[in-house]
């Protein structure tokens, strides 16, 4: 086993470990305090619930209504001509908006066209150059209670068109 196994697997129990021997010596009531945590994430997680379910059905109702692929099919033209596959605008529409969705998305583009496929390498450069910066913004401000988004949002999402573009231009440059 190599040292830095080895430090990765005992680096967090001996952290709890330490942590946990310093709050006895300190006389810190430790199980009421991690009880305490532990309603207060529950109180969390059910104020949470609305936002997360209305991002859900939003994304559930784009993508089996048609809409993505007949917005795709329309601006078909226009990509091709810049060399944009139109495989990958789901990806790039959904991906600020659910991880979970876009992984998705990125697994059946690999599976279908190969991990080693232009398709493919795109994918993989635009998951890992984006962020789900709506989902990012409704949790945390919705937990706590920040009503007005506004440079927020715009910031993440010119962040988010900014990766898009940039993963298109060098996986074009790199493997087109």
Known sequence: MSVITTIST?????????????ATWKKV??????AEGGKEGVKMAFSLL?????????ISILRSSGALEAFIHFIAPA?????IPA?????????????????????????????????GRLASTMQGSTDTTLYIITIYFGAVGIKKMGYA???GLIADLIGIIASIVVVNIIFG
């Open 50 to 58: 609305p936002f997360l379910v209305g991002m859900i059905v939003s």
């Open 10 to 22: 005992w680096l967090i129990p001996c952290f709890i470990l330490i942590v946990l021997l310093v």
């Open 79 to 83: 990509l091709s001509l810049v060399g």
């Open 29 to 34: 009531p430790t199980y009421e305090l991690f």
């Open 87 to 119: 495989e990958i605008v789901p990806l790039a529409l959904v991906r600020p908006i659910s991880g979970t969705a876009a992984l998705g998305m990125t697994t059946e583009l690999i599976d279908h066209y190969g991990p080693d496929s232009f398709l």
């Open 153 to 155: 949002l715009k910031v």
